[in-house]
Each structure stands twice: as structure tokens, then as C-alpha cells.
């Protein structure tokens, strides 16, 4: 309680209001492959190259567990010139599990893969991680789905290899308005968003992109879009 018995706004309040304050980016990461299993006496992100064997022990398909390709996303996406600048108001993943997670633009993800997989660990876990200077959650688990973190005036786009509006990703940002923009890639080796909540799905190269290249022409359409350098 505050002076004057006001209630201070919900944590969310505060957050959508962050996210609605100007132009800026939003990033989901959808459908990527963090799951968490008890291998011997640990818990361990399961990934193709360790757990193998694991996998098809339980009829799974190993090359489905690719952490990496959400691990380098993100990397990409928080290390931009555009973040630093401010412009991306908010990070998502959703799971191929259907578990939900933000991520503070501010965070330093760890670099390699193994600490990174130790993180995820104890997110799907603890469900939050809290940042060890301060009581801020850098990342938390939150209930589904993702578009009710989203500001309403937003634009949604989708990107798909096999989406028919082909474009030049530079031309397209530069003829978007300056209120938020939403961008939902996939973080999987192979498949297709799930996300019929887009207002469009675009195809930006006539070759498969991965999830970070694709990230990084954005981020750098953007950043040409608002001089950042």
C-alpha cells in the first residue's frame, strides 16, 4: 500500500504500459525445442547431441532437440545495436511444450551453449530467474497465451519459408508505421509457426533463412528504419 491508499498498478500494468510507450519491437520465439528430462541422477536440456540415445529410447526424434537454434535467436536478438538502443520492448518464447516465458531485453544470456542449457534448466524449473545484483526477474514463466501481452494498436507478423507474400524485409520496415511491431519466428529445425493470431506471414528470401539470420534482418532493417548504428 502506498501513501494515500492507492494500490500500486500490477506488475503486468506496469509492463504493457512499458511495452505501449512509442515505436518499438517485439519478438516471440514460437515452437522451440527446451525440454527438461532426468538423464541419470540430473535434470539436463535435452539437445541432439548429448542425449541421443536417451531420445530414441523414448521414441523421440533426436533431431528435433536443437536448444541451439533458440540459444543463437536470442542472442542475436539481444545483442543488436537495436536493443541496446532500447527499440525492442519485449522478448517471448513458447515452447514446442506450450510453456510461455519472457525475457528482459536487458538480460546477458550466457554465451555457450552448456550454460545457456543450464539456465533453461532451472527456469522450467524455479520458474523465474531473478538477476543477482537486484530483485529484478529477468526471465519468468507466464500463462498463455502470448497475445495478451501484447499491446492492441500492434502489427503481428508471421515469417515462413512457405508464406506466398514474398518481400524485401528493408522495404517492408521501412513502409511500417511507428507503432509496435510484433515478429513471430520459428526457433525449430523444421515445421511451421503456430500463430493463426498474425495479422500476415511474409517470406523474406527465396532460400531457407535460420531463426538468427532472419532475426538479424530485421533487427538490421530497423535499424537503418531509425539511424541506429
Known amino acids: 500500500m502506498v501513501a494515500g491508499g492507492l494500490q500500486p498498478p500490477p506488475m503486468e500494468e506496469e509492463e504493457e504500459a512499458l511495452r505501449s510507450?512509442?515505436?518499438?519491437?517485439?519478438?516471440?520465439?514460437?515452437?522451440?525445442?527446451?525440454?527438461?528430462?532426468?538423464?541419470?541422477?540430473?535434470y539436463?536440456?535435452?539437445?541432439?547431441?548429448?542425449?541421443?540415445?536417451?531420445?530414441?529410447?523414448?521414441?523421440?526424434?533426436?533431431?528435433?532437440?536443437?536448444?541451439?537454434?533458440c540459444?543463437?535467436?536470442?542472442?542475436?536478438?539481444?545483442?543488436?545495436?537495436?536493443?541496446?538502443?532500447?527499440?525492442?520492448?519485449?522478448?517471448?518464447?513458447?515452447?514446442?511444450?506450450?510453456?510461455?516465458?519472457?525475457?528482459?531485453?536487458?538480460?546477458?544470456?550466457?554465451?555457450?551453449?552448456?550454460?545457456?542449457?543450464?539456465?533453461?534448466?532451472?527456469?522450467?524449473?524455479?520458474?523465474?530467474?531473478?538477476?543477482?545484483?537486484?530483485?529484478?526477474?529477468?526471465?519468468?514463466?507466464?500463462k498463455g497465451p502470448v497475445t495478451k501481452y501484447l499491446p492492441l494498436d500492434c502489427k503481428r507478423v508471421g515469417f515462413s519459408f512457405a508464406a506466398n507474400k514474398r518481400v524485401a524485409i528493408h522495404e517492408y520496415v521501412a513502409a511500417v508505421d511507428d507503432k509496435p511491431v510484433v515478429f513471430v519466428v520459428g526457433a525449430f529445425a523444421h515445421g511451421h509457426i503456430d500463430a493463426p493470431w498474425v495479422d500476415e506471414e511474409l517470406n523474406v528470401s527465396e532460400y531457407p533463412l535460420s531463426a538468427a539470420y532472419c532475426i538479424s534482418r530485421i533487427t538490421n532493417a530497423f535499424e537503418m528504419k531509425w539511424n541506429i548504428v
Open 71 to 142: 540459444h543463437q535467436a536470442l542472442l542475436h536478438i539481444l545483442d543488436s545495436p537495436l536493443n541496446k538502443a532500447g527499440k525492442i520492448k519485449a522478448v517471448y518464447v513458447r515452447t514446442h511444450k506450450n510453456v510461455l516465458f519472457s525475457i528482459n531485453p536487458k538480460t546477458r544470456i550466457p554465451r555457450t551453449i552448456k550454460r545457456f542449457s543450464g539456465l533453461m534448466v532451472q527456469l522450467l524449473q524455479k520458474l523465474s530467474i531473478r538477476a543477482t545484483n537486484g530483485p529484478d526477474k529477468l526471465m519468468k514463466v507466464i
Open 44 to 69: 539436463q536440456l535435452l539437445n541432439c547431441d548429448d542425449h541421443a540415445t536417451y531420445l530414441r529410447k523414448h521414441n523421440k526424434d533426436p533431431a528435433l532437440y536443437r536448444p541451439d537454434i
Open 21 to 42: 510507450q512509442g515505436r518499438g519491437v517485439i519478438f516471440i520465439l514460437d515452437d522451440a525445442q527446451l525440454e527438461v528430462a532426468q538423464v541419470g541422477k540430473n
